[in-house]
Structure formats: structure tokens, C-alpha cells
């Protein structure tokens, strides 16, 4: 017997990390690996409506059993149930017979999954961009971990005799325990323990299904602006109902929710470019409710929380709310590429290993205004329970300051779905589940750019994965929006999206980071409106330029008194340009010989911490596992104490004469009393 194959569709996209393979089968379909059983047409009736549309069918293949029988094997949890909504359970496997390296258990949800092998799913995997090793189940394991992260278990430090014939053990026994950690994701979920390896997995155990304790339970709420007066906010938050819930704030005032959600419908991905969306990465995400603040005062700090008497309420969250546009002062986070890691153990789809340092130093920071994470929010990448868990990092956070979002790769690219590049890059998400998650000021729903000012800075938010070209609907907005910001109430103008225009690190054949199409569209009206800082994401470091247009350095920084890089714009001549993709994603490493352009990088985990006023924009970059600051820079207006040698001359002469007309005013008064 023998796997029959109707037809091979391999595709290469353009800029992309993976190569896509559809198999349309046209027989039995035959496990690839020995010991299970052929599958061909007695599947049940159920499976063949599971599996009916194209990629779903091809590598499926029923989990077996282990062959072994174990009478004393069990599996142990440290709770039965109602999961909260953040826990850790530890399973605890008993009984034993013979541990070996390839023993693991995975968290299943929903727990009525159909567990089965899916050998060729790991094309899928790829073409995200994820190249670790994972299961190769039909349904993606929430998260798994190997038995033997139990340093006790494979050497059976942990025994017990279960047989004994005389004083002595003819039986024994070994066990081990590992540690999962949770939060509320509203389907129920269970374990099982594994033999074989991701790659020829065979089912020994299973738990009893968990529920969670409330799985409408309002959670991870973000806050956002919604506009340059800091006078109105939007939160947002998950709940697994869609019936009524408010937001109750400031000391009495209510405001509805509105509903939205997707569905698998709403994924890119078909018969022949499947995606991770449309198949085994698919977790129902519940319902996305927003709801409105209204009538606040810029920077001030006020209390909500969000839910219903139905539901339950959040605990109570302090916020505080932007500084209007035009007033004096802002200090804002920004980074690119951050994702999330487990706080276990376990290996999930594509970890990020940095996340959770950086998060966290941020969370410490004090008197934070605002922040901006410039694409590749969760890297999710069509395995939506991924959302759940990036939300839950970074709800400390996101819950009391505006969160800014602009799109990036990993939440738009798919083929066909309209992006400007053709790749896999989003697992078929195609934004979608980003806008629903992070709905920022825009014009609608699949245009996610937008502008919006707070204190002296007005910040323009690209999406460089939708069209920019010369003459597009977003290239024709940046010119209106770029044109008509006010200098005088927002002298400082910030420009960003997520792929940059200069980057040194090594371009390949796959990956490319800097597109010269997309430079010679856009770079030109940065200097035009006189565009002081641009920062981008994608590339996975730090990286600091001169003041450059067209790969040249049109002025290079002075260092102050204190040694700090100083840009003046006195005689502006191109934006400095920094790439802080360094957040999370595992780091990019720099060529040997920059161009002369690139004055400061780094290889580093952290933040950009900047402070602007109306003369002076203080940047920092920090680097998250130290907190040391390792970059500073400082852009200068031209009102600032720092200015030319005429500047200078006519300052002096203003003080002599003003000095001359209190000294004349103070002799008189004196003349006078004298009288």
C-alpha cells in the first residue's frame, strides 16, 4: 500500500521564511511511522465531516494507544477544579514502569479535541517563521513539556514497590512532576501523557476534563486613546460572554460595551495555502468588548474596573490619562517585536525569549504616560489561544497607561489576503484578530494607520504591510497628516511603523529587511515635513543612525557637556532613525562592517524610555535584564538654551540691557527716597 498524491503545490513567496505544501490526497491515507494503524475508508462518519476540505485530510491520522500495558500507571493533578483564572496546576505521573527521554504531556483545550498525529502539520509551523520542535498533533497543544524537565524522573529518584515477592521488590515504580501554568482561556481543558516524542506520539494517559471556575470572566483589559485631548479613553477586555457588561469609572460614570469577535471564517487560508488559522491553531476567542471614557482631564489618574453583576467585575484599576496636545512634557515607551513567553516550562509556539524581562522592567517604570509597541504584537500567528496568554502579560501594564499599537508582519501577510507582501508571515490571522484586540483611532477597520498627539509630540502610525506606494489611499493620508500638524503645539514630530528603512544586519535570500521600494516611497517626505525621530521594529536589536536621507549622513550629533549625542534642528536636514525591535523575539546579530550611518548598536533585550518637552527630546534606550542605560541621545530645538554663536551674542546683549534698565529703575527709586 502506498500513499497516493494527486498533486504537489509548493509556493514561494517573495520575502518569505517558508515554503508552503499543499498535498491533495486521493486514497488511504498511511501513518508514517511504524506501529499505527492504517486509516483509509472506515474512518467514522464523524471524522470524514471533520476532515472534508482539503489540508484538514491530508496527514491525519488516528493517535494510537501504547501498545504497553501499565496497571499502576496514573496521572495526578494538584487540583480537580474549578480553575482560576491565573494558576499553575502540577501533574504528577505515578507508577511508571520505565520512564524514558520521549515521555511528555501536553494541556489540551477544548478537552473533547480529537487527538490525532498529524506528521506533515510541522509546514504549518514553518511558515510562520517557527522553527522550533513541536507536536505534530492535529490540534495544537495549548503547551507541552518533556517528563524528563524532572531532573527526578528518568534517573527514578522518585520509586515506589509496587510487587514484592519475599523482602524483596520485583516491582518498582518511578514518577515525576512538572508544573503548567494557566489562565483562563474559557474552554475546558485536560492533560495527556505521551510516549514518543512530538514526532511519534502514542497516548498512555488522560486527565478528567478541568473547567474553569467562570469562563465568562471579564479580563486583560488594555486602555488606549482614542484622540489628542487625553479627555477620552477606550478599554478593551475578553470576556467568554457577549451579553451586556459596562465600564464603571470615575467615581460613578457607566459606559456600555460594544461587542465584536471572529471566527474561523474570517481567517485567510483555503484548500490549497492552508494556514494554522483555518486549521489545527484555531482556539475560539470568545467575545472583545470596548467601551468608552468620556470627560476626563489629561494627565490625571482615575479608577475603573469593567464587567456586569451577570459576569463578575475586574478588581479596580488606577489609570492615568495622557497629556493633551501641547502641554508641556510626555514620557512614552516605545519598542517593536515582543511577543510572550510561558511563565513554566513548557515549550509553546513561537517563544520569545526576551518578553518577559522587558515587560516587566517596563511595568516598573514610574510616571510612564504612554506607550508604543510598533508591530509583531503577540506573534500568534494563527494559534489564537497564543493571544490569551500575551494579553494576560501584559494586562499589568496595558491596564493603566494608553497603549499604542501599529501593525506589523507577523499579524497582517498571508498570500491573497491583499497585504503588499505575499508571505505566510501571519499563519493566516491577516489582521484581522490584531484590529479586534487593538482597536487604535483609525478611519476603519482594515486601514490601521493613524496619528495622534500627546503633550508636545505628534506621533504618525504607518502600516508598512499595506499599501504605501506613490499615490495609494495611505501614502495620500501621511502627506494630509504630515502636512497639517502644528509645530507650535506639537513641535516634535514622531514617525514609526514596523519594517525600517536602514538596518545593518546581513540581508539573505529569505528574509529581507529594509525594502527598497518602500524607502524610495516614503523616505523622501520624512525630510520634506521635517520628521525629527522615526523608529521601527522587524529587525531584532537597536540601532541608532545619523541624521540620514538617501543611505547618507546629512549631519552628525555634538556631544554636550556631559558627553550625550546632541541632534540640533536648527538647520534640520533629515530624522534621526532607531530601530528598537530588541523587546522580545531572539536577537539579530550585526554585520562586520556598518555603514557610516549606523553610529550605535546593540544586540540587547530592553526599552526605549523617551522625555520630551517643548525644546528637548531626550531619548534612552535601557537595557531590560540590567536596567543600565545603554544609549542616550537628545534632540534639540531651536528655542532651547542650545543655539548659534549669533544666538548667543544677541542673548547677551538682551541680559546687558535688560540688566542696565533695573539698575537704572533701582537708582532712581533710590534718588527718589533720598527726597
Excluded at 328 to 348: N, Q, R, T, V
Aim: glycine share 6%.
Amino acid at each position: 500500500m502506498a500513499i497516493c498524491v494527486d498533486r504537489l503545490f509548493i509556493s514561494v513567496y517573495p520575502f518569505s521564511c517558508v515554503i508552503s505544501i499543499t498535498l491533495l490526497l486521493c486514497c488511504h491515507i498511511i501513518p508514517l511511522c511504524s506501529g499505527s494503524t492504517v486509516l483509509n475508508t472506515t474512518f467514522s462518519n464523524s471524522y470524514h465531516e471533520y476532515c472534508r476540505e482539503g489540508f484538514r485530510c491530508i496527514n491525519r491520522r488516528m493517535l494510537r494507544q501504547c501498545g504497553e500495558q501499565n496497571p499502576y500507571l496514573q496521572m495526578n493533578l494538584s487540583t480537580q477544579g474549578p480553575l482560576l483564572d491565573d494558576q499553575f496546576v502540577t501533574v504528577t505521573i505515578n507508577g511508571m514502569l520505565k520512564p524514558t527521554h520521549d515521555d511528555w504531556v501536553a494541556l489540551m483545550s477544548p478537552a473533547n479535541a480529537k487527538i490525532s498525529d498529524c506528521p506533515l502539520i510541522d509546514v504549518l509551523y514553518l511558515e510562520t517563521g517557527d522553527v522550533a520542535s513541536h507536536p505534530l498533533l492535529c490540534h495544537y497543544p495549548v503547551k507541552s513539556q518533556f517528563m524528563k524537565n524532572d531532573p527526578s524522573y528518568l534517573p527514578c529518584n522518585k520509586s515506589r514497590c509496587e510487587k514484592k515477592t519475599g523482602d524483596v521488590c520485583t516491582v518498582k515504580t518511578c514518577s515525576g512532576s512538572l508544573s503548567f501554568h494557566i489562565v483562563n482561556i474559557r474552554t475546558d481543558i485536560e492533560f495527556v501523557l505521551f510516549r514518543g516524542g512530538y514526532d511519534n506520539p502514542c497516548i498512555l494517559n488522560t486527565s478528567q476534563p478541568l473547567k474553569f471556575s467562570n469562563p465568562n470572566m471579564p479580563l486583560h483589559a488594555h486602555i488606549s486613546s482614542t484622540e489628542s485631548t487625553g479627555t477620552s479613553m477606550k478599554v478593551t477586555w475578553i470576556s467568554g460572554s457577549n451579553g451586556d457588561q459596562y465600564l464603571q469609572y470615575a467615581s460613578g460614570k457607566t459606559s456600555k460595551s460594544t461587542v465584536t469577535t471572529f471566527t474561523q471564517a474570517d481567517m485567510c487560508g483555503g484548500t490549497l495555502i492552508s494556514s494554522p488559522a483555518t486549521d489545527f491553531g484555531w482556539h475560539d476567542p470568545g467575545y472583545i468588548h470596548t467601551a468608552i471614557m468620556t470627560g476626563l482631564l489629561p494627565s490625571q489618574k482615575y479608577v475603573y474596573r469593567y464587567g456586569s453583576d451577570n459576569v463578575g467585575w475586574s478588581d479596580p484599576v488606577q489609570f492615568s490619562t495622557p497629556p493633551a496636545a501641547g502641554a508641556s512634557h510626555i514620557k512614552f515607551l516605545a519598542f517593536g517585536d515582543m511577543g510572550k513567553a510561558p511563565l513554566d516550562a513548557s515549550d509553546e509556539h513561537y517563544i520569545q525569549p526576551g518578553s518577559l524581562g522587558v515587560i516587566k522592567a517596563m511595568t516598573e517604570e514610574e510616571d510612564v504616560e504612554s506607550v508604543f509597541h510598533i508591530g509583531d504584537i503577540s506573534y500568534a500567528t494563527g494559534f489564537l489561544v497564543e493571544w490569551d496568554f500575551f494579553l494576560h502579560m501584559i494586562t499589568a501594564l496595558a491596564s493603566r497607561v494608553s497603549y499604542m499599537t501599529a501593525i506589523g508582519n507577523h499579524e497582517r501577510d498571508f498570500p491573497g489576503s491583499k497585504s503588499i507582501y505575499e508571505t505566510t508571515d501571519s499563519g493566516g490571522e491577516c489582521g484581522v484578530p490584531y484590529e479586534r484586540y487593538f482597536p487604535m483611532p483609525t478611519k476603519t477597520e482594515g486601514k490601521p494607520w493613524y496619528s495622534v498627539s500627546q503633550g508636545p509630540v505628534h506621533f504618525t502610525v504607518i502600516s508598512t504591510e499595506h499599501d504605501w506606494t506613490v499615490g495609494s489611499e495611505q501614502y495620500e493620508w501621511i502627506i494630509q497628516d504630515l502636512a497639517f500638524v502644528d509645530r507650535k503645539q506639537t513641535p516634535w514630530l514622531v514617525f514609526t511603523g514596523h519594517r525600517p528603512m536602514y538596518s545593518s544586519i546581513k540581508e539573505g535570500l529569505i528574509r529581507n529587511n529594509v525594502d527598497p521600494k518602500f524607502v524610495a516611497a516614503i523616505e523622501p517626505l520624512l525630510p520634506k515635513y521635517q520628521v525629527d525621530l522615526v523608529l521601527w521594529g522587524h529587525v531584532h536589536n537597536y540601532e541608532r543612525t545619523c541624521a540620514v536621507f538617501q543611505n547618507t549622513c546629512k549631519s552628525l550629533p555634538e556631544e554636550d557637556v556631559n558627553g550625550v549625542d546632541t541632534y540640533h534642528t536648527r538647520n534640520y536636514s533629515a530624522p534621526v532613525h532607531v530601530v528598537i525591535g530588541m523587546a522580545g523575539f531572539s536577537l539579530d546579530e550585526f554585520e562586520s562592517n556598518p555603514s557610516n550611518w549606523s553610529l550605535v548598536r546593540f544586540s540587547e533585550f530592553g526599552y526605549s524610555r523617551v522625555n520630551a518637552t517643548m525644546d528637548e527630546l531626550l531619548f534612552e534606550f535601557v537595557n531590560s535584564g540590567t536596567r543600565q542605560v545603554r544609549d542616550t541621545f537628545k534632540i534639540m530645538k531651536q528655542s532651547s538654551s542650545v543655539g548659534t554663536d549669533a544666538d548667543l551674542t544677541d542673548r547677551s546683549a538682551s541680559q546687558r540691557l535688560a540688566m542696565h534698565t533695573t539698575m537704572h529703575i533701582f537708582f532712581m527709586f533710590i534718588v527718589m527716597q533720598c527726597f
